[in-house]
């Protein structure tokens, strides 16, 4: 008839080459199945399997099964092709911390809110930022593959709470223009070793866990977010999207937001840090010819004092501090280099990350000349012995 064999069997209904043999594999056509389930569910739960998770599990059904058989080296990748439910690909870490919030109510909430922002004030696009933390953890693979459902082409994957990251503090305008990040190293200070030769101009600094605090967040809006988005328009607001990580809400942080491009009103009254301050108040107070009584001007007289011998006291403080970290520094190995900065400005200039990296290499090149001799004094005295040189010998009583 000019018909294939193979073509007839399947016409007439015979199994087809994977379906008759079945019975040859490790785990049956229903436990399979079952092993398909337990994995999109995995995936649906924030925790896409990796293959050899897959070969666990199947492993543990074979155990249930009396542990009668054994799994090839590619039975995973068998096991894929004969399931078109799944798929090999990307992972999407996803942190434990933002599982519990990836719900669609809460979602769907957020983008009512937003528009509701932007409609009321008139926010344009390029006004609009959103500000996240990324961390990095040294062996923490962020691109793995994993295998899920064949309608999406990443997987989600929840990664463990991470104890000592670099952080990166990164932020985007909702028409794609990207701002300075900031890369957050731990330690106290930053290192001129720990940079390649080649690295971005981004703002750098340090912090004792290697996250973000406070201090760090206030700078990134002083620096980065506020130069870096001043509208043309004055007028215009501005609206920065972050999250309730304790160093984004403080009263400062909220305040710097709140504030005026232009300086401060003269009317304007904020806490004293020096005498000078008090005095300043107090002219200012008799110059609208506001009757001050006796005992008032006194207690500005003492507080400006107080005020004075603290700042002398704490200068004080602050210049011990400065020997004790200069005579800290000068114990520490000298191949190492601490970049220098402005006592003032948390994130110090690329010039300096330079300079500092330079002088690593050159203290690191001169340690390996200084020691070069005995290095080579003693691989020559190493050479002249023998292996029963270098054996002990004890006497057994």
């Not at 909702?174 to 106290?188: D, E, K, Q, S």
């Not at 996250?211 to 506020?226: F, G």
């Not at 970290?325 to 006592?343: G, W, Y």
């Amino acid at each position: 008839m000019g018909v294939a064999e193979r073509t007839l069997s399947i016409r007439r209904g015979a199994r087809s080459h994977a379906q008759g043999h079945q019975h040859q594999q490790v785990l049956s056509p229903l436990q399979e199945e079952e092993h398909v389930k337990w994995i999109l569910d995995e995936e649906d739960g924030g925790r896409t399997p990796y293959d050899f998770e897959i070969r666990q599990m199947a492993e543990y059904i074979n155990q249930a099964n009396g542990g009668g058989h054994s799994f090839g080296k590619h039975w995973v990748k068998r096991f894929i092709n004969r399931h078109p439910a799944l798929r090999s690909k990307l992972q999407d870490s996803l942190e434990a911390s933002r599982a519990s919030l990836d719900l669609p109510d809460k979602i769907r909430d957020f983008q009512r809110r937003f528009k509701v922002i932007v409609r009321d004030l008139k926010i344009k696009t390029e006004n609009i930022v959103n500000m996240d933390e990324l961390g990095v953890q040294e062996g923490e693979t962020k691109k793995g593959r994993v295998i899920g459902t064949v309608l999406a082409k990443r997987g989600p994957r929840k990664v463990p709470e991470a104890t000592t990251w670099v952080t990166i503090t990164e932020a985007i305008t909702a028409n794609g223009r990207r701002l300075t990040p900031v890369v957050i190293f731990t330690g106290f200070n930053l290192q001129g070793q720990w940079f390649p030769r080649c690295f971005p101009e981004w703002k750098y600094t340090t912090s004792k866990s290697g996250w973000s605090n406070a201090e760090i967040a206030l700078e990134w809006l002083r620096k980065a977010y506020l130069p870096e988005t001043k509208p043309s328009n004055p007028s215009d607001w501005r609206l920065l999207i972050l999250d309730q990580h304790v160093a984004h809400i403080t009263t400062e942080f909220m305040d710097e937001c709140r504030r005026t491009p232009h300086q401060p009103p003269d009317d304007c009254w904020y806490t004293p840090k020096k005498g000078e301050d008090v005095q300043d108040q107090l002219l200012a107070i008799s110059s609208q010819q506001i009757a001050v009584p006796r005992s008032i001007r006194t207690l500005f007289r003492k507080a400006s004092k107080a005020l004075d011998l603290k700042s002398a006291e704490n200068a004080i403080l602050r210049s011990d501090k400065r020997d004790l970290k200069k005579q800290l520094e000068a114990l520490k190995p000298q191949r190492r280099t601490t970049v220098a900065r402005d006592p003032n400005d948390i994130f110090p200039e690329i010039e300096q990350i330079m300079e500092a990296k330079k002088a690593a290499e050159a203290s690191a090149k001169r340690y390996e000349q200084q020691h070069a001799k005995d290095f080579l004094e003693a691989a020559m005295e190493i050479g002249r012995r023998s292996m029963e040189d270098m054996q002990f010998q004890w006497q057994l009583e």
